[in-house]
């Protein structure tokens, strides 16, 4: 029997992390998520998936300095950047192109996560025309990268929110991207090549998703008055609502509840609530028409809708949305192959033949032209 895309089927055990997306249930190094992304620094989350506890506060000071010491970046990686950002690439590729840089330098764990926040905030001040910053070693990991975004040492009300939104997708089962890093690690492979092709995976809009349309939509409404009549138009016009609906999930993502409660506390402190109440009043309406027009097919709230509004009002553009979820998501794939080193076999599946059979070789003098024109494929 053939599986596609493999679902329903069992490729690895994990301690990681665990997904019901019928309870709407995810469980992260044996915490439920709200539990863990609203009190870990993001340190400790790394910690608790790469050594499956908690770290004492010894071992969070000496982590938490030895990551932040591999923040800088070699030479040939800035200058990548810097190329990169003059053709003005897309921030995806150019955090691809430059992951697979850092071996120039060393390929150890540390080293690439701690580095992930540098290739993303150094090509996007090299994108908007200013110079790079270099990373400050007194700043935790998440506070490192709004600074070295911004310039400005950043509220604590935003190193608290963008921790929770790192928290709450740092991992989630065997996807795409995780799946991927599985298979390079377990040929044998580095971790930088495991990074990078789970990278690639991520870059696809069918896994990475779409965060910045979610907002669009908000923005699009503007008034809650707005909103019923907007949103009936996009459904009877058979147009997806962004930020609702989840493969997984057959009720609603952990994780918007998570990064709702977020992004409340970050607006409500260090922000403008007018965008936060409008986006529930979006999403109460969106809910209510989707079960109209589309009952018992259990579209609810998934977690790009409220990553838009966190990582917005955290003052990020939202082509950096998706590789500020890389920033988080590399610990976990890092922890699924460590995890895939400890009792590894090659990852192999098998596939069914369904071409012709039995043909003959015939010389090129003897062939007929079809007319058909060769396909050119994007890069």
């Known amino acids: ?22 309870r709407g249930e995810l469980v992260i190094g044996g915490f439920p998520v709200g539990e863990l992304a609203a009190h870990a620094t993001f340190e400790e989350t790394i910690w608790l998936l790469w050594h499956g506890d908690l770290p004492s506060a010894r071992q969070l000071e000496v982590f938490r ?7 800088a970046l070699p030479f040939a990686t800035a200058s990548l950047l810097r190329e990169s950002a003059q053709r003005d690439v897309d921030p995806m590729d150019a955090l691809r192109m430059a992951a697979g840089t850092i071996s120039l330098a060393a390929d150890h764990a540390l080293a690439i996560v701690a580095r992930f926040p540098t290739i993303v905030a150094t090509f996007w001040r090299l994108r908007t025309g200013a110079e790079p910053l270099a990373p400050r070693r007194d700043l935790g990991h998440a506070a490192n990268f709004l600074y070295m975004l911004s310039g400005d040492v950043p509220d604590p009300e935003k190193v ?17 991207s995780t799946f991927t890093a599985r298979v390079i690690t377990s040929t044998g492979s580095d971790l930088v090549s495991a990074v990078v092709g789970a990278l690639g995976a991520l870059k696809g809009p069918l896994h990475g998703g779409a965060p910045g349309p979610a907002l669009d939509m908000v923005f699009e409404i503007r008034d809650a008055s707005r909103a019923e009549a907007i949103l009936r138009q996009k459904i009877q016009s058979g147009e997806r609502l962004m930020g609702f609906g989840h493969r997984v999930y057959k009720v609603r993502d952990p994780r918007a509840d998570v990064l709702a409660q977020a992004a409340e506390r970050m607006y409500t402190r260090a922000g403008d609530m007018s965008l936060y109440t409008l986006a529930r009043s979006v999403e109460a309406t969106a809910l209510r028409l989707l079960e109209e027009y589309k009952p018992g097919r259990r579209l609810q709230t998934n977690v790009e809708f409220y990553t838009a509004l966190l990582l917005h009002g955290l003052g990020l553009d939202a082509s950096l949305f998706t590789p500020t979820f890389a920033i988080s998501r590399v610990s976990g794939w890092i922890a699924h192959a460590f995890e895939q080193r400890e009792a590894n076999r090659i990852i192999r599946p098998q596939s069914e033949y369904w071409g012709p059979r039995n043909r003959r070789w015939m010389p090129l003098s003897a062939r007929i032209d079809t007319g058909v024109e060769p396909v050119k494929q994007t890069v």
């Not at 029997?1 to 019928?22: C, F, I, P, W, Y």
């Not at 300095?65 to 923040?71: D, G, K, Q, V, W």
């Not at 929110?161 to 065997?174: A, I, P, S």
């Open 65 to 71: 300095a030895e990551l932040a010491a591999e923040r």
């Open 1 to 22: 029997m053939v599986n596609n895309g493999l679902e329903g089927v069992v490729a690895a055990t994990t301690r990681l992390s665990h997904v019901d997306g019928e």
């Open 160 to 176: 608290r929110g963008l921790e929770t939104y790192l928290n709450t997708v740092v991992d989630h089962g065997l996807n795409a």
